[in-house]
């Protein structure tokens, strides 16, 4: 179920709970289904308002779920109620945890090539029973590379694609074609916090919806990418008042 009221955004919301959607995406891989996910925060939501290329390659997505927990107060104001926040990181680790009951491939794409192999490190520590089809760093030429037949030959069940927004949803979305299974979700910055070079909010910060906050405090360079949210929120209540 979709939030229609927030669909005024540009995005489709899915309206399910954490358990739903990973027990949707288990179902996906599980019967071989190619399955495009985006994890959209309020930054994602202002990018695509402003770029109608990436709005329309985003609204492509099979599942759209809300990353961010402005996205859950827009709902709010908007009387139309997500049930709650699906962050990124928290499916990656749990899809990770599948992967490893289920003996499932894997493949990272993304990141600096020292934090990609960092990251698998720890995917093998942590998870020793994933089976890791392959990894490749995010520096490469875009129109001149042969990642995606790579990745095709690994045959894994995922795909994570760190490039960053809105890099990794056009990759998924120009090349999510040419396979016949797996699931593709953009993870973004998680691949840091998995190579652990960077450390994600304490749970007290999760818990009182500020890691956005502890992220600004501990990068203080992101405070451009911050000012999305009081512009988001502007937004919101343009509509609300429609």
């Given at each position: 179920?979709?939030?229609?009221?927030?669909?005024?955004?540009?995005?489709?919301f899915?309206?399910?709970?954490?358990?739903?959607?990973?027990?949707?995406?288990?179902?996906q891989i599980?019967?071989e289904?190619?399955?495009?996910?985006?994890?959209?925060?309020?930054?994602?939501?202002?990018?695509?308002?402003?770029?109608?290329?990436?709005r329309?390659?985003?609204?492509?997505?099979?599942?759209?779920?809300?990353?961010?927990?402005?996205?859950i107060?827009?709902?709010k104001?908007l009387?139309?109620?997500?049930?709650?926040?699906?962050?990124?990181?928290?499916?990656?680790?749990?899809?990770?945890?599948?992967?490893?009951?289920?003996?499932?491939?894997i493949?990272?794409?993304?990141?600096?090539?020292?934090?990609?192999?960092?990251?698998?490190?720890?995917?093998?520590?942590q998870?020793?029973?994933?089976?890791?089809?392959?990894?490749?760093?995010?520096?490469?030429?875009?129109?001149?590379?042969?990642?995606?037949?790579?990745?095709?030959?690994?045959?894994?069940?995922?795909?994570?694609?760190a490039?960053?927004?809105p890099?990794?949803?056009?990759?998924i979305?120009?090349?999510?074609?040419k396979f016949s299974?797996?699931?593709?979700?953009?993870?973004?910055?998680?691949?840091?916090?998995l190579?652990?070079?960077?450390?994600?909010?304490?749970?007290?910060?999760?818990?009182?919806?500020?890691?956005?906050?502890?992220?600004?405090l501990?990068?203080?360079?992101?405070?451009?990418?911050m000012?999305?949210?009081?512009?988001?929120?502007?937004?919101?209540f343009?509509?609300?008042?429609?």
């Amino acid at each position: 179920m979709k939030s229609k009221k927030l669909q005024k955004l540009g995005i489709h919301f899915v309206n399910k709970g954490f358990p739903e959607v990973v027990d949707f995406l288990s179902e996906q891989i599980q019967r071989e289904r190619k399955t495009f996910l985006v994890t959209a925060n309020p930054e994602i939501v202002m990018y695509a308002r402003e770029n109608s290329e990436y709005r329309d390659l985003v609204q492509t997505a099979d599942l759209v779920v809300p990353d961010g927990f402005g996205i859950i107060l827009a709902s709010k104001i908007l009387k139309s109620p997500i049930q709650e926040r699906v962050t990124g990181y928290d499916l990656t680790i749990r899809l990770l945890e599948l992967a490893n009951q289920n003996q499932w491939r894997i493949y990272l794409l993304g990141g600096q090539d020292r934090t990609n192999k960092k990251a698998i490190d720890h995917i093998r520590n942590q998870f020793p029973n994933v089976m890791i089809a392959g990894s490749h760093h995010g520096f490469f030429d875009w129109n001149k590379n042969t990642i995606s037949e790579e990745i095709r030959a690994s045959e894994p069940d995922i795909v994570f694609v760190a490039l960053g927004f809105p890099k990794q949803e056009k990759w998924i979305a120009e090349n999510i074609s040419k396979f016949s299974k797996g699931l593709f979700i953009g993870v973004g910055g998680s691949i840091d916090v998995l190579a652990g070079e960077v450390k994600r909010a304490p749970e007290i910060w999760q818990k009182m919806n500020l890691e956005w906050f502890y992220r600004l405090l501990m990068q203080p360079s992101r405070w451009r990418r911050m000012l999305a949210l009081p512009q988001f929120l502007i937004e919101i209540f343009k509509i609300k008042l429609k």
